[in-house]
């Protein structure tokens, strides 16, 4: 499975492919290409994510910790894969997400559910979710403490009595810089090469992400390269901010198993019930 994003030190898939071709050429694109002229390739870069999985992981932990409801909310929603699968559970899903064209594809995926063009930082819920979801290390992209306080924030004032918040984190002190991923794919005749990487100085509450895309067809090499500015915490940081909030309770980074967080390693699931 491509470990997108997922390179704690405990975590390690690292594949590399060589091309010996023309020399490729780099694009100049802005920090969130991925997530706008190239939307068209994220489902192809997330094409080795197991979606399903993760989705039934969060179903399931909100069936044991939750109130029980169907209206959920999930939050840096991208294209929408967790709702597909969140809508065929029975739950009345929305989205929402701050750049339209990952929620233009998200609607044409599930034409169901409703989404919203907004920032998970400062956001108001027009009616209130029992379940709230933030998958793929989203909740980093809140960029700074200040900015991921108001995110907690949001949540809890979005969450019916008893409703539950769900995401995924990295520990930033098990961010390993040396790691990176790569999976390659053939779509319309040309090889796509996706790497991506983690990089924490060691210091501050600033990491980065960095996303490369490389396509190749014929004798011709495009290279995109993005580097995210997202937000780096400890978990006992994390479960501190989260904790005026919520009861916490933190889970080891399997989706197909509930087993609580050991505390050795540098992903986890946070499964957080509203006070
Ligand atoms: C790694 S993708 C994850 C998408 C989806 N959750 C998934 O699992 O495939 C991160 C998403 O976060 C969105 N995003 C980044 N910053 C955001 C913010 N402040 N508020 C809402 N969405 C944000 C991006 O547009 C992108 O769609």
Same mark, same amino acid.
């Given at each position: 499975?491509?470990?997108? %994003?997922?390179?704690?030190?405990?975590?390690?898939?690292?594949?590399?492919?060589?091309?010996?071709?023309? *020399?490729?050429?780099? &694009?100049?694109?802005?920090?969130?290409?991925?997530?706008?002229?190239? #939307?068209?390739?994220?489902?192809?870069?997330?094409?080795?994510?197991?979606?399903?999985?993760?989705?039934?992981?969060?179903?399931?932990?909100?069936?044991? +910790?939750?109130?029980?409801?169907?209206?959920?909310?999930?939050?840096?929603?991208?294209?929408?894969?967790?709702?597909?699968?969140?809508?065929?559970?029975? @739950?009345?899903?929305?989205?929402?997400?701050?750049?339209?064209?990952?929620?233009?594809?998200?609607?044409?995926?599930?034409?169901?559910?409703? %989404?919203?063009?907004?920032?998970?930082?400062? +956001?108001?819920?027009? /009616? *209130? @979710?029992?379940?709230?979801?933030? %998958?793929?290390?989203? !909740?980093?992209?809140?960029?700074?403490?200040?900015?991921?306080? #108001?995110?907690?924030?949001?949540?809890?004032?979005?969450?019916?009595?008893?409703? !539950?918040?769900? +995401?995924?984190?990295?520990?930033?002190?098990?961010?390993?810089?040396?790691?990176?991923?790569?999976?390659?794919?053939?779509?319309?005749? #040309?090889?796509?090469?996706?790497?991506?990487?983690? @990089?924490?100085?060691?210091?501050?509450?600033?990491?980065?992400?960095?996303?490369?895309? /490389?396509?190749?067809?014929?004798?011709?090499?495009?290279?995109?390269?993005? &580097?995210?500015?997202?937000?780096?915490? #400890?978990?006992? /940081?994390?479960?501190?901010?989260?904790?005026?909030?919520?009861?916490?309770? !933190?889970?080891?980074? &399997?989706?197909?198993?509930?087993? *609580?967080? &050991?505390?050795?390693?540098?992903?986890?699931?946070?499964?957080? !019930?509203?006070?």
């Amino acid at each position: 499975m491509f470990l997108f %994003f997922c390179f704690a030190k405990s975590a390690i898939y690292y594949i590399i492919r060589h091309q010996i071709l023309s *020399p490729p050429s780099e &694009e100049n694109m802005s920090d969130n290409a991925l997530y706008t002229d190239l #939307s068209g390739y994220y489902d192809l870069m997330c094409a080795d994510i197991n979606y399903q999985a993760q989705s039934n992981s969060a179903h399931r932990l909100h069936q044991i +910790f939750g109130n029980g409801g169907k209206q959920h909310l999930d939050l840096a929603c991208g294209t929408g894969p967790h709702i597909s699968y969140l809508s065929q559970e029975g @739950y009345q899903s929305s989205g929402l997400d701050i750049n339209q064209p990952m929620l233009d594809i998200a609607q044409q995926r599930c034409p169901n559910a409703y %989404f919203e063009l907004g920032n998970m930082c400062a +956001f108001d819920a027009a /009616e *209130p @979710y029992d379940l709230i979801t933030c %998958f793929l290390y989203s !909740v980093h992209y809140s960029g700074d403490i200040k900015n991921l306080t #108001s995110c907690i924030q949001s949540v809890h004032k979005a969450l019916n009595t008893g409703g !539950v918040f769900c +995401f995924n984190s990295v520990d930033k002190n098990h961010i390993d810089n040396t790691l990176s991923a790569k999976h390659s794919v053939m779509h319309d005749n #040309s090889e796509f090469s996706f790497g991506s990487s983690w @990089y924490y100085c060691g210091e501050g509450e600033k990491q980065t992400l960095k996303l490369s895309i /490389e396509k190749t067809s014929a004798q011709h090499t495009q290279l995109w390269t993005d &580097e995210h500015p997202m937000v780096a915490l #400890s978990f006992n /940081e994390l479960q501190a901010l989260l904790m005026p909030y919520f009861d916490v309770h !933190v889970f080891e980074h &399997e989706h197909d198993k509930i087993i *609580p967080w &050991e505390k050795l390693s540098g992903n986890a699931i946070f499964l957080c !019930v509203k006070k």
